[in-house]
């Protein structure tokens, strides 16, 4: 089945709720082996939730929905920083990985930094995030940096920087 995709940007008090909602979803799926169950749960209320989105979206992010036909398959949210886009989140649920949504998201994200004059985009994955590391190197990213991040209340993010240029 070819994958038929397209993105929303994410407006509406409903989009934000269901966003979060995936996000809770994806999250517990996927970063529990990784980081612990504490974690998770603090990162998905303090990152994740329907205020935490509301306070980004506030202050410059922006959030699109990603879809595969009319399933609503995941998220992503950036943000320019000093001529660069931060890629802060793309979460795709496990029932629609592997049909290409990450690489059609990651061409939407590279339009719109030719269309913003902006040269790359960045972002950090978690040092232990294998797969998702893996997928990044095939679309084109580098690693760059490390970084190890207080995210509060005893946990720290223990992160890759990674790049990509765009042409």
């Known amino acids: 089945m070819d994958t038929i995709f397209s993105s929303e940007r994410v407006l509406t008090k409903e989009q934000i709720s269901k966003v979060a909602a995936l996000a809770e979803v994806i999250w517990h799926q996927h970063f529990t082996p990784?980081?612990?169950?504490?974690?998770?749960?603090?990162?998905?209320?303090?990152?994740?939730?329907?205020?935490?989105?509301?306070?980004?979206?506030?202050?410059?992010?922006?959030?699109?929905?990603?879809?595969?036909?009319?399933?609503?398959?995941?998220?992503?949210?950036?943000?320019?920083?000093?001529?660069?886009?931060?890629?802060?989140?793309?979460?795709?649920?496990?029932?629609?990985?592997?049909?290409?949504?990450?690489?059609?998201?990651?061409?939407?994200?590279?339009d719109i930094c030719r269309e913003r004059g902006i040269s790359a985009i960045w972002l950090t994955c978690n040092k232990h995030n294998n797969n998702t590391l893996a997928i990044y190197d095939h679309l084109g990213f580098k690693i760059i940096d490390t970084q190890v991040a207080d995210i509060g209340n005893g946990f720290v993010m223990d992160d890759y920087i990674l790049e990509l240029t765009v042409a």
């Open 34 to 110: 990784i980081i612990g169950r504490e974690q998770v749960i603090y990162m998905v209320e303090k990152f994740q939730s329907e205020a935490a989105l509301e306070q980004q979206i506030a202050n410059g992010y922006e959030y699109y929905q990603l879809f595969d036909g009319d399933e609503f398959c995941g998220y992503c949210g950036i943000h320019p920083e000093n001529g660069k886009l931060f890629l802060s989140k793309l979460y795709i649920k496990k029932e629609a990985r592997g049909r290409h949504i990450a690489s059609h998201a990651m061409n939407f994200l590279k």
